[in-house]
C-alpha cells in the first residue's frame, strides 16, 4: 500500500518556477525509483524524469532537460520536481509514480503506484 500525493502546481508565467513535491505514505520500503510524467489535453501521458533510490541517478526527457531537476529527500520521503524557464508547451497535469520492481524508469507501465495528479499551467 504506496499512497502518493503531488503538491506545488498552479498557474505561472512564461519563463517562471515552480517546484512540485511528491509525498510517499504507507509500505514504502519497496519502492527503488520515482518519476513524473505529465499529461497535456488530447495528448499521450509522456515521461518528464525519474531517479532511482540506490545510486540516485537522475532521468530526463530531452524536451526538460537543462530546465527541470528531480531530486529525492530520504528522510521526508518526498520526491521534488523544480521547474525552471517554464513555457505553454508545458502545461500539463503532473503525475508522480513509484516503481518497486524493475522496468524503465521512461516507461510508465514500469510503476505500480501513480499519484492523482496536479495541474501547471503556463500563460502565454
Known amino acids: 500500500q504506496v499512497q502518493l500525493v503531488e503538491s506545488g502546481g498552479g498557474l505561472v508565467q512564461a519563463g517562471g518556477s515552480l517546484r512540485l513535491s511528491c509525498a510517499a505514505s504507507?509500505?514504502?520500503?519497496?519502492?527503488?525509483?520515482m518519476g513524473w510524467f505529465r499529461q497535456a489535453p488530447g495528448k499521450e501521458r509522456e515521461f518528464v524524469g525519474a531517479i532511482t533510490f540506490s545510486s540516485r541517478n537522475t532521468y530526463y526527457a530531452s524536451s526538460v532537460k537543462g530546465r527541470f531537476t528531480i531530486s529525492r529527500d530520504s528522510v521526508k520521503n518526498t520526491v521534488d520536481l523544480q521547474m525552471n524557464g517554464l513555457q505553454p508547451e508545458d502545461t500539463a497535469v503532473y503525475f508522480c509514480a513509484a516503481r518497486e520492481r524493475v522496468g524503465v524508469v521512461q516507461r510508465a507501465t514500469s510503476y505500480s503506484n501513480w499519484g492523482q495528479g496536479i495541474q501547471v499551467t503556463v500563460s502565454s
Open positions: 504507507g509500505s514504502i520500503f519497496g519502492i527503488n525509483a
